[in-house]
């Protein structure tokens, strides 16, 4: 039989894993949202707009927003990886 002590370890180990189990799944929504798959990298918009003969479009890469957001989609997949990782290793 459980002490008293070891149940309440138990239950505690439960709840953590559980919490992380629902953040990398909310995560995981929050990339689908945004048209992203987990682990998947974002894709540039493409640019429709009419623009004056001559216009050079810049290059993604150059663009502050655009590293700005990519880097924000990484960090949310690298998160959810991260929060799965963490509830299997409770869960053992």
């Known amino acids: 039989?459980?002490?008293k002590t070891e149940l309440i370890?138990?239950?505690?180990?439960v709840i953590l894993?559980?919490?992380h189990f629902i953040n990398a799944e909310a995560l995981i929504h929050?990339?689908?949202t945004e048209g992203v798959e987990l682990n998947?990298?974002?894709?540039?918009?493409q640019d429709t707009?009419?623009?004056?003969?001559?216009?050079v479009p810049k290059k993604p890469e150059e663009m502050a927003d655009w590293i700005a957001y990519r880097e924000w989609?990484?960090?949310?997949?690298?998160?959810s990886?991260?929060?799965?990782?963490?509830?299997t290793a409770i869960g053992k």
């Open 1 to 3: 039989m459980l002490h």
């Open 9 to 13: 370890i138990i239950c505690q180990n």
């Open 17 to 19: 894993f559980q919490v």
């Open 30 to 32: 929050l990339l689908r």
């Open 40 to 45: 998947d990298e974002p894709v540039a918009p």
């Open 49 to 55: 707009s009419k623009r004056p003969k001559g216009y």
């Open 73 to 79: 989609i990484k960090d949310i997949n690298q998160e």
């Open 81 to 87: 990886v991260n929060s799965f990782l963490r509830a």
